[in-house]
């Protein structure tokens, strides 16, 4: 049994998720019946899956996940129309996603005491980096740690020396801007000016506004909790 988990719906704050399905959780929601089909032409073993859709709220995620894998031998579901189930939790054999760092690590908690591995898309922060603490998590993309100093590698080669770096005012923008500047350094690059971007319309707009006049290279971070923009 397959265990899965992605951003699905719009969310207009961290308590209700609307019913609206994202462009991003539809083709998310494509990639995975594709995999899943391909998967049974391959070995002939149709798997069963649970799919845990979320907004990027880490609170109902969290109660979900909890409600889970609270206990130990059996995992406690209820349906969308109230009934409860129970499956053992020794059925699941791979958990898939989730593409967000937070996401991934938040799942990773629940399931690395009943040793079930997690195959993530993305997940790219250098914080997974550390893979005693993350021993059951397998990513498809490079770290950032990766991803940076290739980056700045294509723009040093390019003689482009100075950039404009923007960032989302989050955890992982901030930590981003923190490999950026240490690895610039090492390129020989000069950050000519660093805008911080918060998840507003009014803070987007700005940004957007500035890019559009800016002589600079722009190199851009952005990693908002919600999809939508405020």
Known sequence: MFLATHYIYHTNNDLVCSAKISERGYQAMQA???GHQYFLNITGRNVSTLFIPHCGS???LTRTLYSLFSREDNAALIDVIGNKHSVPIAKFMLAIGDAQSSKTMLLERYLWQHNIPIISPGSVSH???NTV???TIARMSASNTKLVPLTLNVLHRLKLEKILFLY???AYGRSALQ???DRAKFHHIRIQSVIKVDNTAESVNE????LATTQLLPLAILAFVNEEVK
Do not use: G, P, T
């Not at 940004?207 to 500035?210: D, F, G, T």
């Open 32 to 34: 995975f019946f594709n």
């Open 179 to 181: 490999i950026i500047s």
């Open 58 to 60: 880490v609170r109902k």
């Open 133 to 135: 603490q993350y021993m």
């Open 168 to 170: 989302s005012n989050s």
């Open 207 to 210: 940004a957007a506004n500035l």
């Open 127 to 129: 914080w997974l980096d």
